[in-house]
């Protein structure tokens, strides 16, 4: 009773590097844990984002991309964790403490926790790795640095720091720039270097994150863009602007308010020197023809976990293509 | 349609000072709070008990206390607050966090609240007194000191830090002794001293806790028993025992492992040369007429809040006898 063997593509056990913030780049990252091997994703998460409220050290990215890819995210706010409860924020409300951040009991371990390591002499990465092994998540999450990068927003008011920025002032003051402290000081994750020098590194792939607060900041730790460059593996973007609008978030406002087009030609010219490929959304195909790099494009939206799927498998394959050489969707060959 | 006047005693407007321990001590502080008129009274709080834990300055004798005089204790555990969720607890164990001292999520927020000020430069007494009036009490409660003091229980297996002994192995080993490191150099808090050299104060009442763990912490602060000595106000002692049994905690069992007899005698013993009164229960009261002081013998258990507001009228009014000099149920006389 022997039956037709089906042809089947060997698996491919090659690396992929993904650089994400949160809740956009999230839900690729889960995308490409879930049509890679185990273990085979490292995800270099930004931390400039990172402050520290009520004394604990809080890493919104780090925690989004851990309950994302742990299944404890909350998908109605984007951030934080599912049947979430309130207690604490509710008993700090009556003791006159500080509100605007809204932290989950649950959250709150996870801060709690990784505060109380760090003052022990643990480093972010090193704790990262034990809670989301503890979380049951294969994917490695990988703070960009274990050093010190904080977020400012440039307003006509001055220098914000990002969070208040962010949650306490709802993103309102226009933004004419931003800064990175620390980051001409922080060293890249040693590990990100070494991935990026490994011959078999399948692809290095930028999330639909911000580009200017989520990806940047990993972009400006010293010698990293370099690093990319050299990389032999050819870096992917994925468009976080759709027909013009972001899915969530300030993106589109903060490219409105420093004097940007806000499309996804504007991100793909800001990532320009650094990507080998752009994937864009079905709704800006008539763009891909202005770019000078091999492009595809597809439905980006991510809605369903076949979505993300989805998306992972149209950006690893274009890497696939330009490291084969052949098969491009070049834009340049539809011009 | 003139009524016939009831004779009113004039309200006696001194002030009284009480040192107290948790839950015991707790449950006298709310009765003396409740008949005395608002703001009078002033509970000094033992803080030898305090703990850094997960990184958060925990002083459980502090928010007993607070938790009491606010109407949110939860009578069932005798520590924590009432309508508690353990959401945080839950996380942290999946994180792997330390769990074995509980901290339900409402109570989190005092513990978090209090690390934050203190960082910034608060004193636990400034700290403590903003949290306790924004929860509405009008009693003050007063930690001991603003410096820092800890209880270690001396056992066979060497000293022990006194969180660990009580709650970590729930009072397990055998105990020969205590240190309050640090209280040699630690400063009673100054206005504990303003009070007592008052010439209206009218008592000093040590309330039924632990005579060990509870009050020789305070006790052990440098001058303190000296000033209590020093002060015009009669100080009465509420016994922790009754028929030889202490109504919750380990105070028989430590007596018992220290030889001592375990009887309201010997917790008068124990307060000789300090203590110008004290109350036992009626199942003791055989034992008064061993005493040298005056005494007095009534219904110690607080079950109920009148319970506890006859408790404290009762050692008040042995107070108020004292400082009469005059219808004392002397121990002697009914010798």
């Excluded at 023809?289 to 799927?309: F, H, I, K």
Aim: net charge negative.
């Amino acid at each position: 009773m022997a039956e037709a063997a089906t042809p089947l593509r060997p698996r491919d056990e090659r690396p992929v590097l993904a650089l994400s913030g949160g809740v956009g780049g999230a839900k690729l990252a889960l995308g490409l844990a879930r049509i890679l091997p185990p273990a085979k994703l490292t995800v270099v998460a930004n931390t400039g984002d990172d402050f520290e409220h009520l004394g604990l050290h809080i890493a919104p990215d780090l925690d989004t991309l851990t309950y994302v890819l742990a299944g404890l995210d909350n998908p109605e706010t984007g951030w934080g964790r599912r049947d979430e409860t309130w207690s604490f924020m509710a008993s700090l409300e009556e003791l006159g403490g500080e509100t605007w951040f809204r932290l989950g009991d649950r959250d709150l371990a996870m801060h709690v926790e990784r505060t109380r390591r760090r003052k022990r002499g643990e480093s972010l990465s090193e704790i990262t790795a034990d809670l989301t092994r503890r979380l049951g998540i294969a994917t490695r999450i990988l703070p960009m640095t274990d050093g010190c990068v904080s977020t400012r927003v440039r307003t006509p008011e001055g220098l914000i720091d990002f969070q208040h920025y962010f949650v306490g002032l709802k993103c309102a003051p226009p933004v004419s720039g931003f800064v990175f402290a620390g980051a001409d000081k922080a060293v890249p994750h040693p590990d990100i270097n070494q991935m990026l020098r490994r011959p078999d590194l399948r692809a290095i792939i930028i999330c639909p994150s911000n580009p200017f607060i989520s990806i940047d900041p990993i972009l400006a730790l010293p010698g990293l863009r370099e690093a990319l460059a050299a990389s032999r593996a050819p870096v992917i973007a994925v468009a976080p602007i759709i027909a013009g609008r972001a899915v969530k978030g300030p993106t589109a406002k903060m490219m409105s308010e420093l004097g940007l087009k806000v499309d996804a030609l504007t991100v793909a010219a800001h990532y320009r020197g650094l990507i080998d490929g752009y994937v864009m959304d079905d709704a800006d195909s008539r763009m891909a023809a202005m770019l000078d790099l091999p492009v595809e494009t597809t439905r980006t939206l991510m809605q369903s976990l076949e979505d993300r799927e989805h998306l992972a498998r149209v950006a690893l394959d274009l890497a696939d293509r330009i490291t084969a050489g052949t098969g491009m969707t070049r834009a340049t060959d539809a011009g």
